[in-house]
């Protein structure tokens, strides 16, 4: 039997980056973003804005220092620190995130923050305009690390990427859509491995479940 694997998305997840992002596009900028995102993928509807001027805001800000300096999550970052005093040492981090925009950037939030508790990020470049970086669905980069014999946990605020997790790792996964407000309305489908959590506590007790139905399975296969 494989090892555990733990993969989290980084904005959103790890970090909330939302009023960050506001207070950045109304300094710089001059918009005004509602107070609750209906759709975060989608911004520009929001700005009234063209997709084009909207990814170059995501890029202003993806250059700043804000995602250098704010702290993660208060309850996954003791989690994940916990975790690796406990021995697991494959905690990944998997984000949307431009390598070249904010990779040094976010290395360093990680080595700040989380030290070697965190292995590796794993870049997806999903927005990037930029044709030189390699872009990948999440499952991808997953599946870059990972055997057929592994146990993988993935967590995230975008339906379509835990969607694509779940589906492509039907069998050996837990994977959980973190609850906000651009992702509240969307409906996912019927899979045994793929659920919703309203918050990092709830996410975190269902993790605990997963861990000790996997140690039941390797308790029955020895």
Known sequence: MGKLFFFFDCDEFLVDIEEAFKKFVFNRFGFQITESIQDIEKIENELGISREKAIFCWSEFNKSEHIREKEPNPFLYNFILNLSTSGYEEIHIV???PEDECGEATEYWKAKFFGDS??????????SKNQKLK????????????TQDDFIVF????HRH???VA???????????????????????NHK???RVQNEEEFVLSI???MQCIQMWKVESD
């Open 208 to 210: 605990k479940m997963f």
């Open 162 to 164: 835990v969607i694509d």
């Open 118 to 127: 965190i292995k590796t990020i794993q870049f997806c470049n999903t927005y």
């Open 193 to 195: 491995n793929l659920s």
């Open 95 to 97: 984000t949307s995130r």
């Open 167 to 189: 589906e492509t790792f039907p069998n050996n996964s837990l994977v959980c859509l973190l609850t906000k407000s651009w992702n509240k309305n969307r409906e996912l489908p």
């Open 135 to 146: 872009k990948r669905k999440k499952s991808e980069a997953i599946g870059e690390l990972v």
């Open 155 to 158: 967590g995230d605020d975008t």
